[in-house]
């Protein structure tokens, strides 16, 4: 389509049917069509569509019209035109049309500006004179030539040296990005891009305003003119301005044979000829190899129960038979000592496969332990509910929970027979195994959803794998490993690694469930995520009434405001039917006690209406009443976010994912969930107790429609993250004397998964061949970059050799509190002899463990807000950051304050439960220097995050109860108590050591002070803590080299303290002995 083509067809729009032609323009019109129609008019201007292609070319030149009618005129058609040509471009590159598409947005962009495509791009800019603008485009310098000049050299080409300057500024703020793509292939035709968004170009807000500048970004096939993936991108201005660059990743087809290119094209929103252009070659690309076929479902008689030949085992089961996949597998779990790895779509009962080995275990192996890694706390907690029940009650067998928030004492986990734990609690106690027996007794290593290998988690998991085989040959003691995934494309790949043989490779189709899933998916043109969500709620409630009108239903959300948004609005709906409580099943007089118990507002008032809500800031009991209300189906539909998915095993008829993207805090921009997530979710549909057919309705993005209608019916393949966090890993295997060398280091690489998937997809790591000697090379350069980042981070040390590894202290720090290495470097070199508590403070916030702490919409602002009612500055300039975040968090957690929103609480525990190992860690940086004070500092801000008390605050008030206004009735109290005590030797109760000590004196004390100000079972408790304390006596003995005491020779100081004379050039052992007394209440 040429461009008087487009214009034809903008004039031809329905709106402008009402635009008439009057005689008393004809000769205005004439005069515009001469001087300022720069493409042909075909209709002429004696008819409604040749005036308006007249008018709509006028007001791109800014020509000026006389008569009033066209002045009215020309202001309809302008307004119109733009949204026109805006409706047309999104509707070509909904059809994939790219040079349409560009050519839509260009003249959208032209009637914007007011302004032809052809002029220079400067005279978007109202600070350069016309005259200059005109200079300009006489010189014919494009803004890339323009760039490359120096103000004076743009000065003296204009002839008109001052003005130089305010060119270049013009120029350094046209809107400028830079584009660098990374392709990995997923399968022989789709392929995954990453692109890398760097701006370049200098904000200004007069011209780009305050907040955002949008781009629209897609990739097109220019021999087929098609577009295979578009988006709209928000390039911030906080990003602009610290030069940040941002990523996309996305996936789009490919097709065999290879095309030559594809090109990624990105232009600006509003600003004409700000566009840029970068190719996608497939010159060295290779395409992965075909998959083997899948596990075929066999047609067998279905196994009893009664074949456990155990009455203990089978009585935790509520069923009689196990389903078609659990007997296929029966014999190879129950019977071998076979590694297995277990592929099957969400719902196929992958538990009991679990269950089958770690009774193998119970039977064959007394004594030895189980260990079940799930890759979420939820998960977890989920497990050990369960086999609390099951295992632990029934069969008599100890379950631990092992986690970040739960860490029994070393007791508990070596009388355990089944621990529970996560990938990176079990890695850090693991790399340790030499000095743990309970590691060594492990005979079943059970990795539940292992297909999440190529995700965030990954690597540890890889490294879990590789570190059990390496003990397994150690101890001599085969560890069996049973992995349990959905189903996978490359299964093969990930059995060889395992040590799996074909024997103990079960990997079935997608379809294979023991409830059959109806799938629909609905796609949705808004580019807009809220106004996309809030057109779903109507489908998502026609989706309700026609595929589960009387069964459960689970509704997956992105957020915990789409939560309450997608309820509130389905009570909308139901309020236009004849039965708006429809969909609750309880009395309304149980409904009515069952409200007096729940806290949260919104909560309250969805129940209501047989709607709950489900997220991680309800409070404990509102969460699990939710989840007892729908499985008992007293509600039928439940809203939750997309952990529900993993977290509680809540099945349903029908489930909808209403969207598949997310907010992520870190990008700051929506990005889809992985597909795994999504099929965990579809998971969810389908009751084998009471469905003959589950039924999962997807809601995405039109763009994204096929993507998904291809990869929910197959399987996906897993590749490695490794390489992404090689160093990490790296530095705890050199701790561990794993690795001593280079040579071991490579050695270690071809044990991992990453090493198999490197020689079987070899273009998706970036290897342009999978031939020997090239990868030796490109091991070497991995190992060589990895080691180079640890000996820059100080935590090991290559010897003159070039080839020995040896751990540093900060290497053996980071891996002993599971620290990353750039968090121990920053200690090393931002800790000083001296630091202050402030220091320290922010020194805590800045580690890149808090990298991932999410800020989300708007919390910006509440971080502003919340800046003015905490002690200590933040930088104003960061409150969209999460290290900023953190630092308020931890303020008011000493200050003991309010926080504006549920999810701020969530992320005070996530900042808590790191914050100790982080100090830990900080206080052995210091220590290793030999620096006293800052040590102490340190001390002081770890007791601040367990008490959440500041510094300066009492010690008194980190007894339960106790706040400030109680402190001032001790005090008030105790000079009353004086009078009584006199030889008591103490003149105040500032702390708790005089509080202990009037309290042991007299055991009425603290009922006399505080008894109209407590109740007696808080002044009870308060007692109880009080004496809990610990109090220590030190004694320390200075001995000689053969480890004989000294006898003291005291000197007097110069301050008059007597202090002990030590010989020079002689060494001395200080032994420090201390005991602790137990105190009487």
């Known amino acids: 389509?040429?461009?008087?083509?487009?214009?034809?067809?903008?004039?031809?729009?329905?709106?402008?049917?009402?635009?008439?032609?009057?005689?008393?323009?004809?000769?205005?019109?004439?005069?515009?069509?001469?001087?300022?129609?720069?493409?042909?008019?075909?209709?002429?201007?004696?008819?409604?569509?040749?005036?308006?292609?007249?008018?709509?070319?006028?007001?791109?030149?800014?020509?000026?019209?006389?008569?009033?009618?066209?002045?009215?005129?020309?202001?309809?058609?302008?307004?119109?035109?733009?949204?026109?040509?805006?409706?047309?471009?999104?509707?070509?590159?909904?059809?994939?049309?790219?040079?349409?598409?560009?050519?839509?947005?260009?003249?959208?962009?032209?009637?914007?500006?007011?302004?032809?495509?052809?002029?220079?791009?400067?005279?978007?800019?109202?600070?350069?004179?016309?005259?200059?603008?005109?200079?300009?485009?006489?010189?014919?310098?494009?803004?890339?030539?323009?760039?490359?000049?120096?103000?004076?050299?743009?000065?003296?080409?204009?002839?008109?040296?001052?003005?130089?300057?305010?060119?270049?500024?013009?120029?350094?703020?046209?809107?400028?990005?830079?584009?660098?793509?990374?392709?990995?292939?997923?399968?022989?035709?789709?392929?995954?891009?990453?692109?890398?968004?760097?701006?370049?170009?200098?904000?200004?807000?007069?011209?780009?305003?305050?907040?955002?500048?949008?781009?629209?970004?897609?990739?097109?096939?220019?021999?087929?003119?098609?577009?295979?993936?578009?988006?709209?991108?928000l390039l911030q201005k906080k990003h602009v301005l610290t030069c940040t660059a941002q990523e996309l990743v996305f996936a789009i087809p490919l097709t065999e044979p290879l095309p030559n290119q594809y090109y990624v094209r990105a232009m600006s929103d509003r600003w004409l000829r700000a566009e840029t252009v970068t190719a996608i070659s497939f010159k060295h690309l290779i395409l992965p190899e075909l998959h083997p076929p899948h596990t075929n479902l066999l047609d067998l008689q279905p196994l009893p129960v009664t074949a456990l030949k155990n009455f203990k085992y089978k009585s935790i089961y509520s069923f009689d038979y196990f389903n078609p996949i659990q007997t296929q597998v029966f014999h190879t779990l129950y019977h071998t000592n076979h590694n297995v790895l277990l592929g099957a779509p969400t719902g196929s009962g992958k538990t009991v496969a679990a269950e089958l080995a770690i009774f193998r275990v119970f039977k064959e192996y007394p004594g030895s332990k189980c260990v079940y890694i799930a890759p979420l706390k939820a998960l977890v907690r989920e497990r050990i509910e369960d086999w609390k029940q099951k295992i632990e009650l029934k069969i008599g067998k100890k379950v631990v929970e092992l986690t970040g928030d739960v860490s029994p004492d070393i007791r508990a986990i070596e009388k355990a027979d089944i621990i529970v734990t996560t990938p990176e609690k079990w890695d850090s106690i693991s790399r340790s195994w030499q000095n743990r027996t309970y590691v060594q007794a492990v005979a079943l290593l059970v990795i539940d959803e292992i297909h999440m290998l190529g995700?965030?988690?990954?690597?540890?998991?890889?490294?879990?794998?590789?570190?059990?085989?390496?003990?397994?040959?150690?101890?001599?003691?085969?560890?069996?490993?049973?992995?349990?995934?959905?189903?996978?494309?490359?299964?093969?790949?990930?059995?060889?690694?395992?040590?799996?043989?074909?024997?103990?490779?079960?990997?079935?189709?997608?379809?294979?469930?023991?409830?059959?899933?109806?799938?629909?998916?609905?796609?949705?043109?808004?580019?807009?995520?809220?106004?996309?969500?809030?057109?779903?709620?109507?489908?998502?409630?026609?989706?309700?009434?026609?595929?589960?009108?009387?069964?459960?239903?689970?509704?997956?959300?992105?957020?915990?405001?789409?939560?309450?948004?997608?309820?509130?609005?389905?009570?909308?709906?139901?309020?236009?039917?004849?039965?708006?409580?429809?969909?609750?099943?309880?009395?309304?007089?149980?409904?009515?006690?069952?409200?007096?118990?729940?806290?949260?507002?919104?909560?309250?008032?969805?129940?209501?209406?047989?709607?709950?809500?489900?997220?991680?800031?309800?409070?404990?009991?509102?969460?699990?009443?939710?989840?007892?209300?729908?499985?008992?189906?007293?509600?039928?539909?439940?809203?939750?976010?997309?952990?529900?998915?993993?977290?509680?095993?809540?099945?349903?008829?029908?489930?909808?994912?209403?969207?598949?993207?997310?907010?992520?805090?870190?990008t700051q921009h929506y990005v889809d969930y992985p597909i795994t997530d999504v099929l965990q979710m579809m998971g969810r549909a389908g009751r084998p107790q009471f469905d003959d057919k589950g039924v999962a309705v997807i809601f995405v993005q039109d763009t994204k429609k096929h993507f998904y209608k291809k990869f929910l019916y197959e399987p996906f393949p897993v590749e490695s993250s490794l390489f992404e966090v090689l160093s990490n890993h790296l530095n705890?295997?050199?701790?561990?004397?794993?690795?001593?060398?280079?040579?071991?280091?490579?050695?270690?690489?071809?044990?991992?998964?990453f090493f198999r998937r490197l020689l079987r997809n070899p273009s998706y790591y970036h290897l342009e061949e999978a031939k020997h000697d090239?990868?030796?090379?490109?091991?070497?350069?991995?190992?060589?970059?990895?080691?180079?980042?640890?000996?820059?981070?100080?935590?090991?040390?290559?010897?003159?050799?070039?080839?020995?590894?040896?751990?540093?202290?900060?290497?053996?720090?980071?891996?002993?509190?599971?620290?990353?290495?750039?968090?121990?470097r920053m200690f090393s070199e931002k800790i000083q002899p001296n630091s202050s508590l402030e220091e320290l403070l922010q020194l805590l916030c800045d580690v890149t463990e808090y990298n991932e702490l999410p800020v989300r919409h708007n919390e910006d602002n509440m971080n502003s807000v919340l800046a003015q009612h905490v002690p200590l500055p933040v930088d104003p300039g960061t409150f969209d950051s999460p290290h900023t975040k953190a630092h308020l968090l931890f303020q008011v957690h000493f200050s003991r304050g309010a926080l504006p929103i549920v999810d701020y609480y969530t992320d005070t525990k996530t900042v808590l439960d790191q914050a100790i190992r982080i100090l830990q860690a900080m206080i052995d940086v210091a220590a290793n220097e030999g620096w006293l004070a800052t040590v102490l500092r340190t001390s002081l801000l770890l007791q601040m995050v367990i008490q959440g008390r500041w510094g300066t605050d009492s010690s008194?008030?980190?007894?339960?109860?106790?706040?400030?206004?109680?402190?001032?009735?001790?005090?008030?109290?105790?000079?009353?108590?004086?009078?009584?005590?006199?030889?008591?030797?103490?003149?105040?109760?500032?702390?708790?050591?005089?509080?202990?000590?009037?309290?042991q004196r007299d055991k009425t004390f603290l009922k006399t002070v505080l008894g109209k100000l407590l109740g007696p079972k808080e002044l009870d408790e308060l007692k109880k803590v009080l004496f809990r304390l610990p109090i220590i006596t030190v004694k320390h003995t200075l001995l000689s080299e053969d480890n004989k005491e000294l006898v003291y020779r005291s000197v007097a100081g110069r301050d008059g303290k007597l202090y002990t004379r030590l010989e020079p050039d002689r060494d001395y052992v200080l032994k420090v002995e201390l005991t602790r007394n137990t105190l009487r209440g």
């Open 956 to 999: 008194l008030l980190t007894l339960p109860h106790l706040d400030k206004s109680h402190l001032s009735a001790i005090m008030v109290g105790f000079v009353k108590w004086k009078k009584l005590y006199k030889n008591v030797p103490l003149e105040s109760v500032t702390g708790l050591p005089e509080l202990v000590a009037v309290e």
């Open 1 to 233: 389509m040429i461009d008087d083509d487009l214009l034809a067809l903008v004039s031809q729009s329905q709106e402008f049917d009402q635009i008439k032609v009057r005689e008393d323009e004809m000769i205005e019109l004439e005069d515009h069509l001469n001087l300022n129609c720069k493409l042909p008019v075909r209709a002429g201007k004696e008819n409604s569509t040749g005036k308006v292609n007249i008018l709509l070319q006028t007001y791109i030149s800014r020509g000026l019209t006389d008569t009033f009618s066209l002045v009215s005129d020309m202001a309809f058609v302008a307004q119109n035109s733009s949204r026109i040509l805006r409706g047309l471009f999104e509707i070509s590159l909904h059809k994939g049309w790219p040079s349409v598409a560009a050519k839509l947005l260009t003249f959208s962009n032209a009637v914007d500006q007011r302004l032809w495509p052809t002029e220079h791009p400067l005279k978007q800019f109202s600070t350069l004179s016309q005259t200059v603008l005109d200079k300009i485009e006489d010189t014919k310098l494009s803004i890339d030539r323009l760039r490359d000049m120096q103000p004076n050299e743009i000065g003296h080409l204009l002839r008109h040296v001052k003005i130089g300057k305010d060119v270049k500024d013009c120029v350094l703020a046209f809107p400028t990005i830079n584009l660098e793509c990374s392709m990995q292939p997923i399968t022989r035709t789709v392929l995954r891009v990453k692109l890398t968004i760097e701006p370049n170009f200098k904000w200004t807000s007069h011209y780009h305003g305050n907040t955002a500048m949008g781009w629209w970004i897609w990739v097109e096939d220019p021999d087929h003119d098609t577009i295979y993936h578009s988006e709209y991108f």
């Open 732 to 753: 705890a295997e050199i701790v561990a004397g794993t690795i001593t060398s280079k040579q071991d280091a490579i050695d270690y690489m071809t044990w991992t998964y």
């Open 455 to 666: 995700e965030d988690r990954g690597p540890v998991l890889e490294v879990i794998v590789s570190r059990t085989n390496f003990i397994s040959s150690h101890t001599e003691q085969k560890v069996r490993v049973v992995g349990l995934s959905t189903a996978l494309a490359n299964a093969r790949d990930l059995a060889d690694w395992l040590g799996i043989s074909q024997a103990g490779l079960f990997n079935f189709r997608p379809a294979v469930r023991p409830v059959p899933l109806d799938v629909h998916i609905s796609g949705f043109p808004t580019k807009q995520y809220c106004p996309r969500m809030a057109t779903m709620n109507k489908p998502a409630f026609t989706a309700i009434a026609t595929h589960s009108p009387n069964k459960p239903t689970l509704i997956f959300v992105a957020s915990r405001r789409q939560t309450r948004l997608t309820a509130q609005a389905l009570i909308g709906f139901l309020a236009t039917t004849e039965h708006p409580k429809q969909w609750l099943h309880l009395p309304e007089t149980k409904l009515e006690q069952l409200l007096l118990q729940v806290k949260e507002t919104n909560l309250k008032f969805t129940l209501g209406f047989g709607i709950g809500i489900h997220h991680a800031g309800l409070q404990e009991k509102d969460r699990k009443l939710v989840e007892e209300l729908f499985y008992h189906q007293k509600i039928q539909v439940l809203v939750a976010t997309s952990t529900l998915a993993w977290g509680v095993n809540l099945p349903a008829h029908l489930v909808i994912v209403k969207g598949t993207e997310y907010y992520d805090g870190k």
């Open 774 to 824: 090239l990868i030796n090379v490109y091991l070497s350069q991995l190992i060589e970059k990895n080691l180079n980042e640890l000996e820059a981070s100080c935590c090991i040390q290559v010897d003159d050799d070039d080839r020995t590894v040896s751990p540093g202290p900060l290497g053996c720090i980071a891996s002993f509190y599971y620290l990353h290495h750039l968090t121990v």
